[in-house]
């Protein structure tokens, strides 16, 4: 009886030590290490760790230092409140925010801005320090268009993939459009049908691509000639994409508010969601690729976690138009 006592104090012992070191693992986990570089959406931020473990975010744009500092709140791992930088003149783009913290899942570690009312208004993702933050930008902007497409006319097929689209079977590359390191939603096409420069403006069913020039400042400009576009593949979602792309580069904000009410539940949707709102579920029910699981149990990742809240605070702003909660 006396050995066996000993063998199962022994065993919580060693669960007690591995529970610990976990615990300490994740808490390691929930820190900003000096020299990490963190993307905004628009441009890299770098983590300086300063005396008191206080982190201080410095970025550059466009000539304009950009500082904030970070204080972590004891006893609360992975949450921080904020101050300016350190650097005379510098801007603090992130003074609104009320609550800051730093989540983490699958290789995401995103750092999370929250107003006073709980919205979530900007996410820094860390990215590896030789990221360059227009190639991000390029990046995640692309990856919301690929898919394959027909303009309303009938007359041309396309399918986007990366650096390439192929319009009725002919291959043309294209460059996407910058300035200072944003995308502007132009897009220089070279060969085929489609050749020039051209603007985006996506639409709920896809996008309008619209003949444009650059203007004095090197922006694209509108110049007359049109062509609408719909997203022709029917088992794969027009907002898919928002399942897997951290919308921190705020794209999504081209949208006007019932666009984006239906990119957030289409995230829900493709977990199979009943909703309760009647509209939605007609809408989501004319879908091939949705299937309806009431009795799912719905497991979120932090990507779709992260943009749910991003378009939810997006949709509450106060400019009216028909915001609903589902």
């Known amino acids: 009886m006396n050995l066996i006592i000993t063998n199962t104090h022994n065993v919580m012992k060693k669960t007690a030590i591995i529970l610990t070191l976990l615990v300490a693992i994740g808490l390691q986990a929930q820190t900003i290490k000096n020299g990490?570089?963190?993307?905004?959406?628009?441009?890299?931020?770098?983590?300086?760790?300063?005396?008191g473990g206080k982190i201080l975010m410095a970025a550059m744009?466009?000539?304009?230092?950009?500082?904030?500092?970070?204080?972590?709140?004891?006893?609360?791992?992975?949450?921080?409140?904020?101050?300016?930088?350190?650097?005379?003149?510098?801007?603090?783009?992130?003074?609104?925010?009320?609550?800051i913290k730093l989540k983490s899942q699958d290789g995401l570690e995103a750092l999370?801005?929250?107003?006073?009312?709980?919205?979530?208004?900007?996410?820094?993702?860390?990215v590896r320090p030789d990221d360059e933050y227009t190639e991000i930008a390029i990046n995640q902007w692309t990856r919301?268009?690929?898919?394959?497409?027909?303009?309303?006319?009938?007359?041309?097929?396309?399918e986007w993939k990366h650096n390439i689209m192929v319009v009725n079977d002919?291959?043309?590359?294209?460059?996407?459009?910058?300035?200072?390191g944003l995308v502007t939603g132009g897009i220089s096409i070279k060969g085929g049908e489609l050749n020039g420069l051209w603007r985006l403006e996506p639409t709920l069913q896809g996008f309008?691509?619209?003949?444009?020039?650059?203007?004095?400042?090197?922006?694209?400009?509108?110049?007359?000639?049109?062509?609408?576009?719909?997203?022709?593949?029917p088992y794969t979602g027009r907002f898919a994409y928002a399942c897997n792309i951290?919308?921190?580069?705020?794209?999504?904000?081209?949208?006007?508010?019932?666009?984006?009410?239906i990119m957030r539940n289409e995230i829900m949707a493709h977990h199979g969601y009943k909703f309760q709102s009647?509209?939605?579920?007609?809408?989501?029910?004319?879908?091939?690729?949705?299937?309806?699981?009431?009795?799912?149990?719905?497991?979120?990742?932090?990507?779709?976690?992260?943009?749910?809240?991003?378009?939810?605070?997006?949709?509450n702003d106060p400019e009216p138009n028909n915001y609903s909660d589902e």
């Open 61 to 99: 744009d466009e000539g304009q230092e950009l500082e904030f500092t970070l204080t972590p709140i004891k006893g609360k791992a992975g949450e921080y409140t904020i101050s300016d930088g350190i650097t005379d003149g510098a801007i603090n783009p992130y003074e609104r925010a009320k609550k």
């Open 278 to 315: 009647k509209d939605l579920q007609e809408y989501f029910d004319k879908e091939q690729w949705y299937k309806a699981q009431p009795n799912k149990k719905i497991k979120l990742s932090l990507v779709e976690e992260l943009n749910i809240e991003l378009i939810k605070n997006a949709e």
């Open 170 to 180: 002919i291959s043309a590359h294209y460059t996407v459009e910058t300035f200072n």
């Open 112 to 126: 999370c801005f929250y107003t006073a009312d709980g919205g979530l208004f900007g996410v820094l993702a860390k």
């Open 208 to 233: 309008v691509m619209y003949a444009a020039s650059y203007n004095e400042y090197g922006m694209p400009i509108l110049t007359g000639e049109s062509k609408t576009f719909v997203e022709s593949d």
């Open 246 to 261: 951290l919308l921190n580069d705020r794209w999504f904000k081209n949208f006007d508010k019932n666009t984006l009410r």
């Open 36 to 51: 990490t570089s963190w993307y905004s959406g628009w441009i890299n931020f770098t983590a300086q760790t300063k005396a």
């Open 144 to 158: 919301q268009q690929i898919g394959t497409y027909k303009s309303t006319d009938g007359r041309i097929s396309l």
